[in-house]
Nanobody
Framework: QVQLVESGGGLVQPGGSLRLSCAAS????????MRWYRQAPGKERELVASIAERSININYGESVKGRFTISRDNAKNTVYLQMNSLKPEDTAVYYC??????????WGQGTQVTVSP
């Protein structure tokens, strides 16, 4: 079955960095667009970054442009999110997502990122 397992979250001070990883299994990873979403308490889930199958097309949410970098290693079935210059407003649960048509994508369990002094 499809599994998406996030790791790398934690507590970091403002201005710090974290690198999230999402290990995928149960499908042909290189055939799918992969995304990172986040959800802060009391807020809707928002798209953070998206990367196409061969990493040619990459997109970011406005709030993270210039600070976050999404990448993937198809040989390792893993997608990454490098987060730099973190701000308190980046605090959220971050989710890995396998994109499929018609809203039939798959979610990981999420990893908590907390940015606080």
């Amino acid at each position: 079955q499809v599994q998406l397992v996030e790791s790398g979250g934690g507590l970091v001070q403002p201005g710090g960095s974290l690198r999230l990883s999402c290990a995928a299994s149960g499908f042909v990873f290189s055939n799918y667009v992969m995304r990172w979403y986040r959800q802060a308490p009391g807020k809707e889930r928002e798209l953070v970054a998206s990367i196409a199958e061969r990493s040619i097309n990459i997109n970011y949410g406005e709030s993270v442009k210039g600070r976050f970098t999404i990448s993937r290693d198809n040989a390792k079935n893993t997608v990454y999110l490098q987060m730099n210059s973190l701000k308190p407003e980046d605090t959220a649960v971050y989710y890995c997502y396998r994109h499929r048509a018609y809203g039939l994508g798959d979610w990981g369990q999420g990893t908590q990122v907390t940015v606080s002094p």
